[in-house]
Structure formats: structure tokens, C-alpha cells
């Protein structure tokens, strides 16, 4: 049975929970606690007429009980409720930041990570433009300054961005970085080949490659996220616009990408 027979089939639940405000509200309310009826009036702004029909409705669904004077949810309905507020987090994330996910090319982020998404929700979305020219470049750099470690994804490489990873690895600071193929070709030359020379007795530092071409940049640290992708075409590396976020399910989102593609990748020496 595939998704589509599954939601027709659940026409006397799920659906019915979609198309009611009020029993949407009810569950969204107890994923955060149990509340009383007071509470839930106070809440979603209804009488308790209004609420007590569906509040027994989803006690027969054996969703939510009561315990004293509050309300809870059941195993099952913690289960349903928590996918009901995952949705909605997920579709006003998209909405969200809808023109920065039109204009690149989501193909870049592996499908797991996209399916957690909206954890990237409480982010914004920074751009070069008039006289803020380099605005993402420069945050980036800042994130790197202020960072007590730091793991990284490149899709290109510059030589400033090279210079503030060599004087955070020698001040001590731990350093993960996973290039694809391109760009660890890249730095067997000149300037870099030797910036990578002085860095390989560092044990804080380590630099891993991908065998396929990795279509996003991303920093995570311990105090921020940054997101760069592909333009819409997924040939081009947008240096000019980037997602960024200080929040905890964000940079949590970010180490999550990061240890899936070191899961991929190779540790080297450029020996």
C-alpha cells in the first residue's frame, strides 16, 4: 500500500485531525506538556463547548488522557503529534526560505538530511548586495575566529579562507574538513600545498576527501551554521547567498550533514 491508498484508507483519522483546526491545536498544545481545560481555552481561544467533544474524541482514539484535571498524550498520540508538529515545522521552513531553495539546487544535500529540514527553520538568509559586497564571505571568516571547533565541507577553496583555517588549527582549535576531488586537487598546488605541508603534525587537524563532487558548502561550530549551495543548475557554487543560523536543532541539522558525508569520505595525508 503506498502513500496515497494509506491517506485515503485514513479518512476517520488523520484527516480528520488535518481538517480540524481545533483537534490540531489540541495535540500541538499537549506536545509541549500537559495542560489543563483552562489552559487549552486560553490556548487555542475556545469555549470549553467547544473543546470537550474533541478532546473526548481523541480519549476514543486513545490519543490523549487525563490524569486529575490535566490532559495528556498517550504513547501513541506523543508519536502523532510529534509527526503533526514535524510537518508543519517542515512546510514553513520551506515556505520560509522558499526563493533561496527555488534558486539552488537541493539535489546537493543527501535525502535523509532534507527530510529533517525544518530544523533549519529559526535561520536567515544573508546576501552580497549593494555596498555589503563579500557579507557571506565575511561572516563565514567571523564564524571561523569565534569557533571552538570547527568542521567544514569545501566546495572551493580560497586562499583567505585557507589563512583562517591554518591559524585556528595552530591555536589549537579542532578542525575537520572533507573536500571533493576538485578541490583536494586543488590544494596539492601552489599557494596551498604548502599551507597543508605546515599543518600535518597537527593532531587537530583533519582533512578528508570525497570520491564524488560534494554540491554544498557548509561550516558548523559550536556556535553557529552556514549553508552555501549550488545555483539552480547545480554547475555553479553560490558564494553570494548562504543560510545561516545560531540555533541549536540548526547546528545540530549541520553535524548531522557533516558526519553523514564523513561517513564517505577518506582520511588523507597528501603524501
Known sequence: MNHFEIYKNM???VQTIYRSRLLTEILLSLNDGSKKLSQLREITGSTSQALIPKLRKLEADHLIETKGREYFLTP???IVASGIADSFVTFWTINKFKHFWLRHYLEGIPSPLLKEIGCLYESEVLKDRGMKILNVYNNQLKMLKEADHIYGISSVVTEVYADAISERVKEGVPV???VPLHV???LKRSPYLK??????DYENFKL???DEDIKVGLIVTDKRLSLNLYKKEGIEYDISTGLFSFDSKAIEWGEMLFWYCKGKADFTKFQ
Open 195 to 200: 599551507k597543508i605541508e605546515a599543518l600535518k
Open 76 to 78: 501513541a498520540g506523543k
Open 208 to 210: 578528508m576527501v570525497m
Open 11 to 13: 479518512d476517520d483519522g
Open 176 to 178: 575537520e574538513l572533507i
Open 184 to 186: 583536494a586537487e586543488e
